[in-house]
């Protein structure tokens, strides 16, 4: 259980809890230490279950919660049918830790919960304790209110036949673009959007890792549905260290060897997996690109990473031109001056993080909100160049010439480094994202 450890130069107390994927973690870990540089005792709560390394310091405590869900266990369920599970097992132990922080003689009571929305059974847990509560959505605000159009519209039928017929209302997308998620119970699904957003927007505050200068029109159709705020505080891309898997900074020495704007970074995230013929595509699209080019093929992304998933020939072909890494620390390459493209698979995370470096990105979206924010890269800020959901190598070479070669790649490095501006602008001193963070402190402080 915890520890007593509140020191006294503190008023406030935090409590804030992501479940266990690194999308989810990263920006929370972020926000946590924002929070706690402006003067909160911060405590956040992981799972057992996929726990991230992170360290404590004064006035910043972790607590691990146990849930005794195995890996065996997680990989046998869908996504959708993984956070609904999340959902009842952290209930427990989530207000067993809640109730002894309170209890705690002379400790500092909890202020406040800030949980991601994606945890929704923490709002009940909440009003039920008579704690406030703040919901963090860590994906866009647009693919919020897709989601909400999946479940009030009658879109889940759609989901077998992906169509590029516009979505009335919701324009530029189309059917094809709305955050369907692959599961074996479609009722789960409708559970859960109905379940994430509903008690997101009764919260007493809503924080997007987003900006006012990046999705507007969402923010202002998602304000009227709110109980309390929306604070649109992003993107946080402040330096952490709250991966999950040992990132390899042997890709920063490569990188420095290769010439400006000449590498094309290759990662789909930390959810996503393929097939072996799909690896076999994307490895001779990289080759025959003749470009240079590091690619991310993590642990678990085709069963077993070892020379033997790589297709034969392969790495004699490419020989120093390629680097193949298990994990890379993103914010750092995507910062380096070597890196011209990013193959990605547009989950949210990512996105920002291109945008705060000025880099162009062929989208390659798989699933959820990735398709979501593919439409935003590409035809709302126009950074970037959509793939086919059938990754094909002549097309992979295609793209990657046309990002790294072609006048089009460079048109869209000028509008990237111009939008990279604009976000700039948005968190200095006046901008939006700015006046929003100092918002939500003001609030917290009120409490």
Known sequence: MAENRVSTPYTKHLVLFSPPFQGHINPMVQLAHILHSRGF?????????????????????????????????????????????????????????IEDLQSKKGGLRVSYLITDAVMYFTQDLAEELGIKRMAFRTSSSTSTLGFQAIRDK???????????????????FRFKDLPFVNTKDPDS??????????????????????????????????????????????????????????EDDKCISWLNTQPPRSVVYTSFGSLASMESSQVMEIAWGLANSGRPFLWVVRPG?????????????????????????????????????????????????????????????????????????????????????????????????????RLLVER??????????????VVQRSLGKGGSSYEALDSLILQLMSC
């Not at 869900?69 to 599970?85: F, G, H, Q």
């Not at 009658?154 to 530029?172: C, K, M, V």
């Not at 995370?349 to 979501?372: H, K, M, Y």
């Not at 089009?408 to 501006?421: Q, T």
Request: charged share 20%; glycine share 8%.
């Open 154 to 172: 009658g879109y889940l039928d759609n989901r077998g036949h992906p169509s590029d017929e516009p979505i009335p209302d919701f324009s530029p």
């Open 41 to 97: 005792f911060i405590t956040i709560v992981h799972t057992d279950y996929n726990a991230p390394h992170l360290e404590p310091r004064p006035g910043l405590t972790i607590e691990p919660i146990y849930l005794g869900l195995s890996n065996e266990e997680a990989r046998e369920m869908d996504i959708v049918e993984l956070i609904l599970t999340l959902n009842k097992k952290c209930e427990l132990p989530f207000r067993a830790l």
């Open 408 to 421: 089009e790649g460079e048109e869209m490095r000028e509008k990237a480094s111009e939008l990279k501006k």
């Open 301 to 401: 992304l085709i069963n077993v990473l070892n020379a033997a998933c790589l297709p034969s020939g392969f790495t004699e072909q490419v020989g120093l031109r390629g680097l193949v890494v298990e994990w890379a620390p993103q914010k750092k390459v995507l910062a380096h001056g070597a890196v011209g493209a990013f193959w990605s698979h547009c989950g949210w995370n990512s996105t920002l993080e291109s945008i705060c470096a000025g880099v162009p990105v062929a989208c390659w979206p798989q699933f959820s909100d990735q398709r979501v924010n593919a439409r935003l890269i590409c035809h709302v800020w126009r950074v970037g160049a959509e793939m086919g959901r059938e990754v094909e190598r002549g097309e992979v070479e295609m793209v990657v010439r």
């Open 189 to 246: 699904l409708c559970l859960f959007i109905s379940s994430f957003t509903g008690k997101s927007f009764r919260a007493s505050a809503l924080i997007f890792n987003t900006s006012d200068c990046l999705e507007s029109p969402a923010l202002e159709k998602i304000r009227p549905q709110c109980r309390g705020p929306v604070f649109a505080v992003g993107p946080l891309n402040f330096p952490s260290s709250s991966s999950i898997l040992p």
